[in-house]
């Protein structure tokens, strides 16, 4: 009838529990649909977000550009433009409306223009120059003017008539020439012409060696400078002289060399996209507007501000550029990344770019889309692993049920064998004491050795008796929580020699090999020195009375470390790998004939187990069947003083 109702209601249990299940799965799935389309929502509230926050920051910088160009212009016109944007190292182009009404691009490519006019020297009354000597003469007196510009060009005209008889002369003039247009912020972009010039000099002489340095040294200044700086004949010239330096050239020099090429390229499709931009810009439109136009495989966003004052200028950058500026890198933790649209509407198309930029398009980053699919899996997994857990949880009851069951029924049978164990070793030696105490008593032992021996039986009985109720109070005592320590510095070498007098004469009786090993120098531990000696008296009893044929105990006392080893050898009968696995429990006692034989109560190594815990220690054990078992107790030596020393 017991076993009828139980079943009952453990049926009653698992309908109930598949009910709820099929409930929840329904209500987790209803909340899974509603939790992605919230999800969805805050991911394109949050790409929309940053579109008109990044929008926002990239109209303001393009205003910002245009107040600059403009302050340029009315500065220090077309040559203040050209300064600030070639001070910018970016792919940045501006342009200026001319009061001709002719748009002009900067950075001004260097042999796009020539050297300023220099203005007529003051009348002189010294005599006009004669013939070539005298104006050759004149050309040298010009080249030590103070003033820059007419020096400048002096220099360069006297290079040029040094060129084709004296090249090396040329090209140290040139290089003069170069230093001293460099050293003049308005004249600086002409340096390039003097700096080429004087590389083509040496290639005249023959002096390749120089020439290939002098182009590295050109080269490097140019990958320094503003990417838009070369044109397309500026590119040429340079190739050209590449290639005829040819084998003196450096390999990392030429793919330098190729590298201007490519700028130079581009800057030709960005000026034509600019140009383009320009013609179409209306009269009258807004004052600022901002647009782009295709300039090759990229796009150009240009920008436009008109002035009543005939001060018109714009700015011009790569649509890749202001990616990199206004939306790289994304910071961290962002669920969504930036694309260029795809040719159809995407279903995971969050927010599109605002123009200029409506190329591109915002969509979910791989980590979110990850995030959202492992979301959708794990919604899924859990409405299947709702109705598996339920069936799972209640087999894991009945499980623990059952295995509680055996473990009652194991521990009530280690209890009853317990109970028979300790009857009988309380059983013989009452019996024997009885029966010696009643033979004395009867006066029938005439011989006072005989008599004197049977005492001694019987006081060593008593101990016996005393130190197994003992261990019976402690395994009580230890169960209930009631045990203490006494914690002060103990000796180890003192505990172990007082345990190992214990069964040193024992073990010599029975034909033991019987070894002490005490390190010097131990250090103390912290702890209850008759505690530590019954874990030693425990192991080695545990080593006599299971040591088999071996017939060898040792008794090692170390340091490692900050550890104290106290280990006990035996050559005895050993463990089987499942006993290891239960070797401390409460009353267990191994299933070999030798340990049936032997008195014990199977809690020995339990309280072993307690005190070497109660002292931070613990017990490892190796054993291998028939070959013996070492015992090792580690328990950590006594912290320093440090009023010591």
């Excluded at 005939?310 to 669920?335: D, F, I, K, M, N």
């Excluded at 088999?548 to 080893?565: C, D, F, I, M, T």
């Excluded at 070999?592 to 613990?618: F, S």
């Amino acid at each position: 009838m017991r076993r009828t109702a139980d079943r009952r209601q453990l049926l009653l249990a698992l309908t109930l529990s598949l009910g709820l299940a099929g409930l929840t799965i329904w209500a987790v799935a209803r909340q899974g649909q509603s939790l992605a389309a919230r999800e969805r929502a805050e991911l394109e509230h949050e790409a929309a977000a940053a579109v008109a926050e990044r929008d926002g920051a990239l109209r303001a910088g393009a205003a910002r550009a245009l107040d600059v160009a403009a302050l340029a212009v009315e500065a220090a016109g077309e040559d203040g433009l050209d300064a600030w944007v070639a001070g910018q190292r970016e792919w940045l182009l501006a342009a200026w409306r001319s009061r001709e009404g002719v748009w002009v691009t900067y950075p001004r490519p260097p042999l796009a223009e020539t050297l300023p006019q220099v203005p007529p020297a003051a009348p002189t009354t010294e005599p006009a120059p004669e013939g070539l000597p005298g104006l050759l003469r004149q050309l040298r007196d010009l080249t030590q003017s103070p003033e820059t510009l007419r020096r400048a060009a002096a220099l360069l005209a006297s290079a040029s008539e040094q060129q084709v008889g004296h090249p090396l002369a040329a090209a140290r003039i040139f290089a003069e020439a170069a230093q001293v247009l460099r050293s003049t912020p308005g004249l600086a972009r002409f340096a390039f012409r003097a700096e080429l010039s004087r590389v083509e000099a040496l290639i005249a002489a023959g002096d390749d060696e120089r020439a290939a340095a002098a182009l590295s040294n050109l080269v490097a200044a140019l990958l320094a400078d503003h990417p838009a700086r070369l044109g397309p004949v500026e590119s040429a010239r340079l190739q050209r002289i590449g290639q005829e330096l040819g084998r003196a050239l450096d390999a990392a020099v030429a793919r330098d060399l190729a590298e201007l090429a490519r700028r130079a390229a581009r800057r030709a499709e960005l000026v034509a996209a600019l140009e383009t931009a320009l013609a179409a810009t209306a009269e009258d439109g807004p004052r600022d507007t901002l647009t782009s136009v295709a300039a090759g495989g990229d796009t150009l966003v240009v920008a436009v501000r008109r002035s009543v004052r005939a001060t018109c200028v714009a700015v011009a950058t790569p649509a890749e550029e202001l990616l990199r500026r206004y939306w790289e890198p994304a910071p961290s933790g962002v669920r969504w990344e930036l694309r260029r649209n795809r040719a159809a509407e995407s279903a995971d198309t969050l927010a599109r770019l605002a123009a200029p930029l409506s190329d591109y398009e915002l969509g979910p980053s791989a980590s979110a889309a990850a995030e959202r699919s492992a979301a959708a899996w794990r919604r899924r997994a859990l409405v299947g692993a709702t109705a598996v857990g339920t069936l799972g949880a209640w087999a894991l009851v009945m499980w623990a049920l059952a295995r509680a069951l055996a473990r009652q029924r194991e521990l009530v049978r280690l209890q009853r064998r317990f109970v028979a164990d300790v009857s009988h070793e309380l059983k013989t030696p009452l019996a024997l004491i009885r029966l010696l105490a009643e033979t004395l008593a009867a006066q029938r032992v005439r011989d006072p050795q005989r008599a004197q021996n049977y005492l001694e039986t019987i006081t060593r009985e008593s101990e016996r008796l005393t130190a197994l109720l003992d261990s019976i109070l402690d395994f009580s005592r230890i169960e209930s929580g009631k045990r203490d320590y006494a914690r002060a510095p103990v000796d180890v070498a003192a505990v172990a020699r007082q345990a190992w007098a214990l069964f040193e004469p024992r073990l010599a009786a029975e034909g033991f090999e019987a070894q002490l090993e005490i390190a010097p120098d131990l250090p103390p531990v912290q702890g209850d020195a008759q505690a530590l000696q019954q874990v030693l008296v425990n192991l080695l009893q545990n080593a006599y009375r299971y040591g088999g044929s071996g017939r060898y105990v040792r008794l090692r006392v170390a340091a490692e470390g900050h550890l104290v080893l106290l280990s006990v050898e035996d050559h005895g009968i050993g463990l089987r790998r499942d006993e290891l696995e239960r070797l401390g429990d409460s009353f267990f006692r191994g299933d070999d004939a030798t340990v049936r034989q032997t008195r014990g109560t199977g809690l020995g190594l339990t309280i072993v187990n307690h005190i070497l815990a109660a002292h931070g220690g613990k017990l490892e054990v190796r054993s291998q069947s028939g070959r013996g078992s070492t015992f090792t107790a580690w328990i950590p030596a006594a912290p320093a003083d440090p009023a010591a020393g």
